[in-house]
């Protein structure tokens, strides 16, 4: 129900109206038009549209150019509290891991990336660029670099697949904590289309250094993770 002289705007009812509406559906269902929610409501066609982008930037509708507004599928759910690879979330949710390689390659270590990874600048990095996907959808392009001394024989092949498997399985290492930052941003030029988003569509950028049991960085990632993908859930105590 819409109440026009309430103090909460209008589009705002809309949101949750139509958020109350599609709990009734499925993903991939569609929606009633502007037209339909307008005259439905006795309101204009500009606080619909306006209620609807709201959703799409949320992540709750999808809009498909010339066929209509549509239920999205949930978001993914991330806890922020254990340490985990991109193939161990998706297949716990039981979603299928898939990896586009998009650059593999040795590169020595710049100054800033040296000193991320406590490594001499110079010293040889793998820069790895993936596209990850869960079930055919993109869901994150991450850009990894790692130490070619510690992280001894890395191949296309075997970031194809899962990093942390080959690490922890392979090399046998003991993969132990990290540290992640999560920041809000827009999709850039060279990303939007990878990551099957229109161009500044939001986005979150995630920093990780993660650290092996002796203390040592063995990646520093960069991620841009889909906005309307993602919902990051973190677990909090009050302290004493
Ligand atoms: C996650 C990690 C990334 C790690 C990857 C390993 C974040 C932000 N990033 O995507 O740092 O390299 O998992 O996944 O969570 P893999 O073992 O499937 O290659």
Do not use: W
Not at 54 to 61: A, S
């Amino acid at each position: 129900m819409i109440i026009k002289d309430s103090h909460i705007p209008i589009y705002f009812q809309l949101e949750t109206e139509i958020k109350e509406l599609i709990k009734d559906l499925k993903t991939g269902d569609p929606i009633s038009s502007e037209r339909e929610f307008a005259e439905k409501y006795d309101i204009s066609r500009m606080t619909v549209r306006q209620a609807i982008n709201n959703l799409v930037n949320e992540g709750v509708l999808v809009r498909k150019r010339g066929k209509g507004t549509f239920v999205a599928a949930p978001k993914v759910e991330q806890p922020l509290s254990g340490l985990t690879s991109f193939s161990e979330d998706m297949r716990s949710r039981g979603m299928t891991p898939q990896t586009k390689i998009l650059n593999f390659q040795v590169i020595p270590a710049d100054r800033n990336t040296a000193g991320k990874l406590k490594i001499e600048e110079g010293s040889l990095v793998y820069e790895v660029r993936r596209l990850r996907l869960a079930d055919n959808i993109p869901m994150a392009l991450e850009t990894s670099y790692l130490p070619c001394d510690l992280i001894k024989g890395l191949t296309k092949e075997i970031v194809h697949a899962s990093l942390y498997e080959y690490v922890e399985n392979s090399l046998q290492l003991k993969i132990s904590h990290a540290t992640q930052t999560l920041e809000s941003s827009l999709s850039q030029k060279n990303e939007s289309p990878l990551l099957e988003l229109k161009d500044g569509s939001p986005v979150l950028l995630i920093e990780r250094y993660s650290y092996l049991e002796t203390g040592t960085p063995f990646e520093y990632v960069k991620s841009i993770y889909r906005g309307d993908r993602y919902k990051f859930v973190i677990d909090m105590k009050r302290g004493q």
